[in-house]
């Protein structure tokens, strides 16, 4: 069974400041994907990652996929109360079911 | 075509009854996903379709969930002699290739 362990499970941050979430597992990645939840939505993909040591970037938000694609992790600068969500990484692992992780649990405080 | 649909949003039901949840996938996405979530955790799989074959299923899914996609568009998940451990966010995803899925809104089940 191939596990995703996110860190940390929950961060409250003020408004302003970096931060930095993380994926790991112990099976290298086919492909990595990064979600964002709200309450009572559905997941929203963010972004995918497939090569190793790949950076994406989506505005003030930056992905990178470790050299050895089994670690990923994602960068907020200058959080904004509208970054409050669960962020979920999630890989087929190569088939076609996604299994996700437990999720970060993010607060901007205003 | 504006993305996954999912209804209803809410269900509150009474133990031992049977529910039935709709999904109704982006048009051109040819799989379809079911996936339960419960507080505090990521999403679990469920089940997958590929046009109207069901491809997989989890041991998760007990002998009284069932899971159709006739003609290979919408699909339904029914849960029958409901428990309240069926408690959870059931969620809808489909997709057209092995990146990028799109999810409904889900449908959020109480049982009581």
């Known amino acids: 069974t191939q596990l995703l362990e996110q860190s940390p499970q929950f961060l409250s941050i003020q408004e302003g400041e970096n931060l930095t979430v993380y994926c790991n597992s112990s099976s290298v990645f086919s492909s990595l994907q990064w979600y964002r939840q709200e309450p009572g939505e559905g997941p929203v993909l963010l972004v995918t990652v497939v090569t190793g040591g790949e950076v994406k970037k989506l505005k003030r938000l930056t992905f990178q996929f470790g050299d050895a694609r089994k670690d990923s992790s994602l960068h907020i600068t200058a959080a904004q109360p509208g970054d409050t969500g669960l962020y979920l990484c999630?890989?087929?692992?190569?088939?076609?079911?996604?299994?996700f992780g437990t999720g970060t649990r993010l607060t901007i405080i205003p | 075509d504006t993305g996954v649909s999912q209804n209803p949003r809410h269900k509150i039901t009474k133990r031992g009854q049977n529910v039935t949840f709709r999904c109704d996938p982006i048009s051109e996405h040819n799989r379809l996903y079911w996936y339960r979530q419960t507080l505090g955790q990521g999403p679990e799989f469920l089940t997958y379709f590929q046009n109207e074959a069901q491809l997989e299923k989890s041991r998760l899914l007990s002998d009284r969930f069932s899971a159709e996609r006739p003609k290979g568009s919408f699909s339904t998940l029914e849960i029958q002699r409901t428990e309240q451990g069926d408690s959870a966010m059931y969620l809808c995803?489909?997709?057209?290739?092995?990146?990028?899925?799109?999810f409904g809104s889900g449908t959020r089940l109480t049982v009581v």
């Open positions: 995803a489909s997709n057209l290739v092995d990146y990028g899925y799109t």
């Open positions: 999630a890989s087929n692992f190569g088939n076609e079911k996604l299994t």
